[in-house]
């Protein structure tokens, strides 16, 4: 039987939605499944893979490891795969894998299929599917017959799968691997964290998203107001991203990205089919918009027809009542 490598992207205290989503994938596959989990505390972390039907974990608990360095991360990754050999490699399409499995396709020679977000497997095949031009049409990728016995490598983008649920505490066979010494060609020397601690939107539980209603990048405050007494992530349109009001890493959507909150409170949004490509897996979605024939409350759970300028900071005030 071949196998799959799941890379496990971590946030050092649990997995990333994504990595769950790739693990439960993986399962359907038939394939017998491996994780990989790189970084200080991998090796707890990894114990928990065996509810996730991992079989073996690889585990590299290294220091110089805490942080993404590609040439370290790329002679980790190239040896786990050089001494498995899986069929297929499962990685979240992240700002990290994006960057590192391009370089890792390259030296351990095997296909990619990069920021996929459909992913089935047939008689242990991959099926996969990936937007292009902007989301305007979807392709489907085939990897040829000269790839066999080669490593084929999927980037999926996250909120895309499901996630299944563990199996209970099954035993997952732990390998650890030591970081070779590395002639490094490029150093990090500092990192300056963004001024928000607030988590990505892809892993969200709740997001306050705002669209052109708001009017201004100023009155964004309201959200940012509104968010801070939920736990909440701040979303955005693409119409506010493109107006420069917010950066482009806030924007929800087709061309942006997909998110799976447990709530979504969409504020002056019109609900544009590409706006909802991206938030419609929310399990609760709140619109606020004065337009009661705006699309977004077709799709919403609780449609609020009103001014997001009287709505969300009443709405803050509420929750701040029952929350504080
Ligand atoms: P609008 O459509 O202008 O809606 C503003 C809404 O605010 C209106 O419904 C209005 O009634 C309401 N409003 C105004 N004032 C108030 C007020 N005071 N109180 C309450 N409500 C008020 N869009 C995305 O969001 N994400 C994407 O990833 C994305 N990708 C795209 C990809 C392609 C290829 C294309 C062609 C388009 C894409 N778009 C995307 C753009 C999308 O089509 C819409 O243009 C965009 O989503 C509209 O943003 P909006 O809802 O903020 O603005």
């Not at 459909?118 to 031009?133: M, Q």
Request: aromatic share 6%; with cysteine.
């Amino acid at each position: 039987m071949g196998s799959i490598l799941v890379f496990a992207e971590h946030l050092g205290s649990d997995f990333k939605r994504g990595t769950y989503e790739l693990l439960t994938a993986a399962q359907t596959s038939g394939l017998e499944v491996n994780a990989l989990v790189l970084g200080p505390g991998s090796e707890p972390l990894a114990k928990k893979l065996g509810a996730w039907g991992v079989k073996e974990a690889l585990v590299c608990e290294d220091n110089n490891l805490k942080e993404y360095n590609p040439e370290l991360f790329l002679s980790i990754v190239a040896e786990a795969i050089s001494s498995l050999k899986p069929e297929y490699v499962l990685a979240p399409a992240s700002m990290l894998c994006r960057d590192l499995f391009p370089r890792v396709a390259q030296k351990v020679t095997s296909a990619v299929a990069s920021d996929c977000t459909e992913l089935s497997f047939t008689g242990g095949a991959a099926d996969v599917r990936k937007p292009l031009y902007a989301g305007r049409c979807s392709a489907k990728i085939e990897f040829q017959n000269s790839t066999s016995g080669m490593t084929k490598i999927i980037l999926m983008r996250a909120n895309q799968l499901p996630v299944g649920s563990p199996m209970g505490q099954a035993e997952v066979s732990i390998k650890k691997l030591s970081l070779k010494p590395v002639d490094l060609k490029t150093k990090i020397k500092e990192i300056v964290k963004g001024a928000t601690e607030k988590l990505d939107l892809t892993e969200a539980n709740i997001i306050v998203s705002g669209g052109r209603g708001m009017k201004g990048p100023e009155h964004f405050k309201l959200l940012e107001d509104l968010a801070s007494v939920l736990g909440a992530t701040v979303g955005a349109s693409r119409a506010v991203v493109d107006a420069g009001w917010v950066p482009h890493s806030m924007q929800v959507g087709q061309t942006g990205k997909t998110v799976a909150p447990t709530l979504y409170i969409a504020c002056g949004i019109s609900g544009a089919i590409q706006h909802l490509a991206g938030m419609s897996g929310s399990k609760v979605i709140v619109a606020i918009n004065k337009d009661p024939d705006a699309p977004i409350f077709q799709k919403s759970t609780y449609g609020i027809v009103g001014d997001v300028f009287e709505v969300v900071p009443a709405l803050t005030e509420e929750f701040k009542k029952l929350l504080q």
